[in-house]
């Protein structure tokens, strides 16, 4: 029943997400369902129409509806329509503080007040680099006098979307602001969060005195405190294509190995009167005092909290309720935070976790070896396995990109990580007390880079991670179906479990054909943006061929492009004036501002600034559109748009309005 209540929350929190719907209706709703739950619960017989599972089922949809709509629209939230049409003093709080970047810091703020009114709801705050002596830490307070924006959307197609990334955590705006227009307020009110992270950021300091590598330090900050900013962009890219990303996130894993530690050092508890009890409340205390120390991310909150019912579910010592104490466990964290459903860890944890739960016994039932070495190698491998099929659609759908030797990496790593986990509290705990041994220090770490090094040779056989496979929306669903329909057929082979999962694999084939027969027929011309750079991206079915002015600033944005486009083969060459594609004439005029021999043509396209009298061009070509992309200088671009709209021809800027995707016609 559990699961089947979260699957309802569930599906209402979507529905309330992607509808925008106020919270004062579905109260009511509840409110009303709630006595006619109780009496159709008292006269419903057990062989009558389930008139109480449908009226359950509505009851959590309506419930899910609901805590979305009251985390999205807060009672006393600032007003939108009137608070972002004026410049105003807002009062904000940091309640996170994101990886900076070469140009500027970002915070996840949360809105005290406006205009001297209380207020709430978050807005993200960006600083440049050089606005502060120091970066700001959590429960830091600011006033600023600015004027918020809506956080843009992705300038190119295909482009990670930072905005509905930002929206599925409750932040819709942004203020961009500089060290002149905010001021600090002295004696800041304190957190829990606040005291956490600045408890973490003691330990980090204190672990900073000792002889650690520079990437070993980064390994062990993101290992045991979920502080990843200090690692290598290449060392976290080997652990990435090692599969053994999940190591550095402070999540699932390590509290789950950490409960199992503690459930082996308290064992002697339960030879105690009202032992066990005790037991179950030192290890769920001591697993919230390590998400303290961790610094209350919302990653080690979500795994605590998950592994604080399956800890109960252990003291109870009844296996077969696993399921519904996982769904316990998800329906109370919706329920105080129902964005985290949108976040790609949350989704991640309870699908590596219900794999496991469903899965891994299953596996075991194939084999067990008598040898102790190879049943216990045979078991983590089954353990790797279970928990791979169940993230692995999640994984292809943001991803892009499996990992084969994943496997390796577990098997030589996650036996060892218990003692990795357990030596690595005691060297943070010796290092607090300032009675670390210098030699412990050097033990622990050559052992990470041992771990590095391991990690880093799984990771550069290339041939074994596939990367760049394209998998929409539809695939996620239908990669589901086909797992579970495995999992059961090879649990009970029966004809009719063949047939589900023969079904399901001729979905999945038959979408990819629709697919490849669609783009066989797909022809489009776009302008990209891209700083200092001119792209053209012309797609004809499966093949891209690449107009470009600088091969050597493209970043990821074909390689986005192809991926999501199912594209087979990629061409390119360097930018030339004059293209005719359908029918349609567009002529790139850069730099060294050449007219063309056509006198009329369909788009203009002005690139790297040229020194023209725009007027008069416009007169001389007569072109249907003008377009400026990111490789002009931005005040030039501003008289270029008042030149078009006095003669009120449409202009198009990539640097505000995105890449622009040509009409072409039929021929």
């Known amino acids: 029943m559990s699961v089947k209540l979260v699957l309802c929350v569930m599906t209402g929190i979507v529905l309330g997400f992607y509808g925008g719907l106020p919270p004062l209706p579905f109260l009511i709703v509840l409110l009303v369902l709630l006595p006619v739950l109780y009496g159709i619960g008292k006269k419903q017989t057990r062989d009558g129409f389930p008139f109480f ?27 939108i329509d009137h608070d ?26 949360k809105v005290v007040a406006v205009d001297g009114e209380n207020s709430s709801g978050k807005m993200l705050l960006i600083l440049p680099s050089d606005s502060t002596d120091k970066p700001f830490k959590v429960d830091d307070e600011l006033l600023i006098l600015a004027k918020p924006e809506t956080v843009p959307p992705p300038l190119n197609p295909h482009q990670f979307d930072y905005k509905r990334y930002l929206e599925k955590q409750g932040i819709h705006h942004q203020i961009l602001a500089n060290k002149n227009v905010l001021v600090p307020i002295e004696r800041p009110s304190q957190t829990l969060l606040g005291i956490a992270s600045n408890f973490r950021e003691h330990i980090i300091a204190q672990l900073k005195k000792h002889d650690f ?18 690692i290598s962009e290449d060392t976290y890219n080997n652990y990435i294509n090692a599969g053994a990303v999940h190591i550095l996130a402070v999540s699932g894993l390590h509290v789950g190995i950490l409960l199992l530690l503690l459930q082996f050092l308290l064992s002697p508890l339960e030879r105690l009167q009202s032992g066990k009890t005790l037991k179950l409340v030192i290890i769920v205390t001591l697993l919230w005092a390590y998400a303290f120390i961790a610094g209350l991310s919302p990653s080690i909150v979500r795994s605590v909290t998950m592994f604080s019912f399956l800890a109960y579910a252990m003291h109870l010592n009844r296996p077969t309720n696993s399921f519904n104490i996982i769904a316990l466990s998800m329906l109370f964290i919706l329920l105080v935070k129902p964005l985290f459903l949108f976040q790609v860890g949350f989704q991640m944890s309870y699908a590596a976790v219900f794999a496991i739960v469903w899965i891994y016994p ?38 892009h990109q499996f990992p ?44 990470i880079k041992l771990m590095n090094a391991t990690v880093g040779w799984v990771a550069h056989q290339e041939g074994f991670i596939f990367k760049d496979i394209p998998f929409d929306a539809v695939q996620l669903i239908l990669g589901y179906v086909v797992v579970i329909a495995l999992v059961v057929f090879l649990s009970r082979p029966k004809w009719k479990l063949a047939i589900i999962l023969l079904s399901s694999i001729i979905g999945m084939q038959s979408w990819s054909l629709w697919n490849q027969v669609g783009l066989q027929n797909k022809e489009a011309l776009i302008l990209a943006h891209r700083s200092r750079n001119t792209i053209l991206l012309h797609q004809t079915g499966s093949s891209l061929h690449i107009y470009i002015s600088d091969s050597l600033n493209l970043g990821s944005l074909a390689k986005d492009f192809s991926v999501a486009e199912r594209i087979q083969k990629t061409t390119a060459e360097s930018l030339k004036n004059y293209y005719s594609i359908n029918h349609q004439t567009l002529y790139v005029m850069d730099s060294l501002a050449l007219y063309p021999v056509p006198k009329e043509i369909d788009y203009l396209l ?32 501003k008289r270029w748009e008042q030149t078009c709209i006095q003669k009120e021809i449409p202009f198009h800027y990539t640097s505000e309005k995105g890449y622009y995707a040509f009409k072409l016609k039929d021929d």
């Open 213 to 230: 590598g520079v990437q070993e330090l980064g390994v062990i900050q993101a290992l045991l405190l979920g502080q990843r900013d200090d």
């Open 404 to 447: 084969a030797l994943f496997f390796v990496a577990n098997l030589l790593i996650i036996p060892f990580l218990g003692l990795i986990l357990g030596l690595g509290i005691l060297v943070v705990f010796l290092a607090l007390m300032d009675a670390l041994p210098t030699t412990l220090g050097l033990v622990y770490d050559q052992i």
């Open 84 to 109: 972002l049409n004026t410049e105003s003093p807002w009062h904000l709080k940091i309640t996170e503080t994101l990886k900076p970047n070469a140009y500027s810091q970002r915070y996840v703020t």
């Open 606 to 637: 002005l690139t790297h600034s040229p020194k023209v009298n725009l007027e008069r061009v416009l007169d001389s070509l007569r072109p249907k559109m003008v377009l400026a992309d990111g490789s002009n200088y931005k005040s030039v671009v």
């Open 362 to 399: 299953k596996i075991q039932r194939f084999w067990y070896p008598d040898n102790f070495l190879i049943r216990k190698t045979w078991q983590l491998l089954s353990v790797s396995v279970a928990a791979q099929l169940g993230v692995l659609p999640i994984s292809l759908f943001y991803f």
């Open 53 to 79: 599972e449908l009226a359950t089922a509505l009851f959590g949809i309506v419930l899910g509806v609901f805590v979305l709509s009251m985390a999205s629209f807060p009672a006393n939230s600032y007003r």
